[in-house]
């Protein structure tokens, strides 16, 4: 897209707003021709730079360790620009000693904690399982559907709330709370994580005293070389692996379904060869997760083309990382199930999941997702329809997960 009089990027769109379809794709493309870092102000006031970088630079900032991810200091960050701007400085209950929010060495001992319950091994023996529920919920579609409501959000809330032995009865309710959280208005956020903080420690308090072997209950017994977590870092760890866990994936199997209805022919050729293709070209080309979470820069970072100042809050695109032409040539803004990527690896050409310290634990676990779900989508509904022009399905109001709000569609065998 060339940039004319009609069209002027806008940076508030790099951290949402009410945008539509894959605006936000023109917007993040355009300003990246523009220069690699943007200001934006958040919806509870916060100022931050956003990226807008190919997949290389994107990679090395992901991985440099200049950008801080301490809870302590980000929070203390935070509030004192709030505090400066006269605005409520209380923060959402995310922010803490979670591996999301932790620097070397502590991560990497959160990390491994975790990491037991999402090894390769022990995801693909839940595909069974993933499966089972993928389909019952889709045999439970009416023939007018809103993909998000009934299976893009259901599917992964299901799946993380099972491994963290959540009661089936509450699990709604985290969803809500969760939706809150994810869209930076402080009247809703800290409310709803508040409450989330409130109900899971009562649901640890209850693990601890009648363990079993959720991951819960794993987390309220464990140890980290000798040492206990703490009741924050357990709590902090619960919040994250909720929200993670089914929200950035509700994006992904709902980004597919739009791109796959959208692009012509390509629903009728998803099968059970190419679905893992599929979805890797959406985490390329409308990932999941639109820009990450809050950094602190440490120092000033020089990026091609400009400079991070030390001190900011930073928060990494992710979209135009994976359509980078210098990688995938000149249709990289397209979206084309059937790519081919140069190096053999699709999962090589985007930075969807992230890249070093912090690479998304649940990876593997979000890719079997959002396969099982179109699968079986694909088997009850081959002639599929979206029943809007996709150009005008609304985006959520949320900053970090880049989802439509609703997937109407016309479920036609």
Request: glycine fraction near 8%; include cysteine.
């Amino acid at each position: 897209m060339q940039l004319t009089a009609e069209f002027a990027p806008d940076r508030q769109a790099l951290v949402g707003g009410p945008l539509r379809g894959w605006q936000h794709h023109a917007h993040e493309d355009a300003l990246a021709r523009l220069g690699p870092v943007h200001a934006a102000e958040l919806p509870n006031g916060l100022e931050v730079h956003v990226t807008t970088m190919g997949l290389e630079p994107t990679r090395a900032l992901l991985n440099d360790p200049r950008l801080a991810k301490d809870a302590t200091g980000l929070r203390a960050a935070m509030q004192d620009q709030l505090a400066r701007k006269g605005r409520p400085t209380d923060l959402s209950r995310i922010i803490g000693p979670s591996m999301l929010n932790s620097d070397p060495p502590h991560h990497r001992k959160l990390r491994a904690l975790v990491s037991q319950a999402f090894t390769p091994r022990r995801i693909a023996a839940l595909r069974p399982a993933v499966e089972k529920t993928a389909e019952k919920l889709v045999a439970a579609l009416p023939e007018d559907a809103d993909l998000i409501a009934g299976l893009a959000f259901q599917l992964p809330l299901a799946v993380i709330c099972d491994l963290l032995g959540v009661p089936e009865e509450d699990r709604d309710q985290l969803h809500h709370w969760t939706a809150a959280m994810m869209t930076e208005r402080p009247e809703l956020v800290v409310p709803a994580s508040d409450a989330m903080f409130g109900y899971l420690a009562g649901l640890i308090e209850h693990k601890q005293e009648r363990p079993d072997d959720a991951l819960l209950s794993a987390l309220a017994q464990a140890r980290i070389d000798g040492d206990r977590l703490t009741p924050e870092e357990i709590l902090t760890t619960a919040i994250l692996l909720v929200v993670a866990g089914h929200e950035t994936t509700t994006g992904l199997i709902g980004n597919a379904a739009v791109a796959l209805l959208a692009t012509p022919g390509a629903w009728e050729a998803l099968n059970a060869d190419t679905v893992s293709a599929a979805v890797e070209e959406t985490a390329r080309w409308d990932p999941p997760v639109r820009v990450t979470p809050h950094y602190l820069a440490t120092a000033d970072i020089d990026v091609p083309g400009g400079v991070i100042a030390d001190g900011a809050l930073v928060m990494i695109g992710l979209g135009t990382a994976g359509r980078d032409p210098l990688v995938h040539g000149p249709t990289a803004d397209r979206f084309d199930p059937t790519r081919e990527s140069a190096n053999g690896n699709p999962a090589l050409g985007h930075a969807a999941f992230g890249h070093g310290v912090h690479y998304c634990l649940g990876h593997h676990l979000a890719r079997i997702e959002a396969q099982t779900a179109l699968m079986a989508l694909r088997e009850r509904a081959p002639m599929a329809r979206l029943v809007v022009d996709p150009a005008e399905l609304e985006r959520g109001d949320k900053v970090v997960p880049n989802t439509f709000a609703a997937v109407n569609v016309r479920l036609e065998a």
